[in-house]
């Protein structure tokens, strides 16, 4: 390994230790920082640039890379241009960069890409699938519960631990991004799954005393990883055609309470987003609802058959 190489594996480990440890990241999240800082490193060694020392200028060329060789989507392009401005932020932070070069980079217009999310009644179905006569099954008919419960992020959820949990007012402590806490509550659906896995399943799989709330099979934490293995296995056992993830009941989570009437402002204490502009995208999922309630409310909606 040559002395470039050992700069590089030191800067790039560095940053993602503290989106670890300072920003309480997830793994999920840390890997993708990890692939799109790599994959720019690769593409300025071979260009013959110092990543240190790389200049505004310079960048056109990394874009056009990953435009036209790649085909990349702006999606895509917005993302990796994100974690390259928090790479070099961290880098001119410690002394290690002059600037950071990445904060003068537009990336490309992101097309407008709503959230997906499961109508009830599939998730309905989902919780039906779950062996609860098994300490498996009884884990992941809490873990479905509990994701929809709290609208808690895949992250938040492996790292619950059982003494975060409140079960006199049904509240759990949640540890967010960049370390900030939440409660979250639950209701009467999580309570009952929570505490059948607390009393029989937990007990069984918790050889190795850990504190975490959900564990595997050989008595260990969970990972992201392992949640949505999960809740692949699960989504097979249905009759429901579509595929699923952590963050996709997140975003049922949201999307049912602003159909139910709910404020935007409190979704977004719910969701623990900083900013009200990460809510705002359900709004534009609830319209068909919104239309719906205007069809069947409003007197002059539509025009009566005698007439």
């Known amino acids: 390994m040559n002395n470039e190489e050992k700069i590089i594996n030191t800067d790039l480990d560095s940053f993602l230790e503290y989106l670890k440890y300072q920003k309480n990241y ?3 999240t840390i890997l993708n920082y990890h692939n799109d800082i790599v994959e720019y490193l690769v593409f300025i060694k071979r260009e ?5 020392t790389v200049e505004y200028s310079d960048l056109r060329f990394f874009l056009m890379y990953l435009k036209d060789e790649k085909k990349d989507d702006n999606t895509s392009i917005n993302r990796k241009l994100s974690s390259l401005r928090g790479f070099y932020k961290y880098m001119a932070n410690e002394g290690i960069v002059k600037s950071n070069v990445f904060s003068l980079v537009n990336g490309p217009k992101k097309s407008k890409k709503l959230p997906r999310y499961f109508e009830y009644n599939e998730l309905e179905e989902l919780f039906l699938v779950p062996d609860l006569s098994t300490p498996i099954g009884q884990r992941d008919a809490l873990l479905l519960e509990m994701l929809y419960a709290t609208g808690v992020r895949v992250g938040e959820l492996v790292n619950i631990k059982v003494k975060d949990i409140d079960l006199g007012r049904r509240s759990i402590l949640i540890l967010g991004k960049g370390n900030k806490e939440r409660f979250v509550t639950y209701g009467e659906y999580c309570e009952e799954a929570l505490k059948r896995y607390l009393q029989d399943g937990y007990l069984l799989l918790n050889k190795k005393q850990e504190d975490y709330l959900f564990l595997n099979q050989h008595g260990e934490q969970l990972t992201e990883r392992g949640v949505r293995y999960i809740l692949n296995q699960l989504i097979q056992k249905t009759g429901i055609h579509k595929n699923i993830s952590p963050h996709m009941i997140r975003h049922s989570f949201a999307t049912h309470l602003l159909n139910a009437g709910c404020d935007l402002l409190t979704v977004q204490k ?9 809510t705002q995208i359900y709004t534009h999922v609830t319209t068909d609802r919104l239309k719906e309630v205007y069809y069947h409310s409003f007197p002059r909606a539509k025009k009566k058959d005698s007439e």
């Open 48 to 52: 013959g640039l110092d990543y240190r």
């Open 26 to 28: 997830s793994e999920y």
């Open 270 to 278: 719910l969701l623990g987003h900083e900013s009200i502009k990460a």
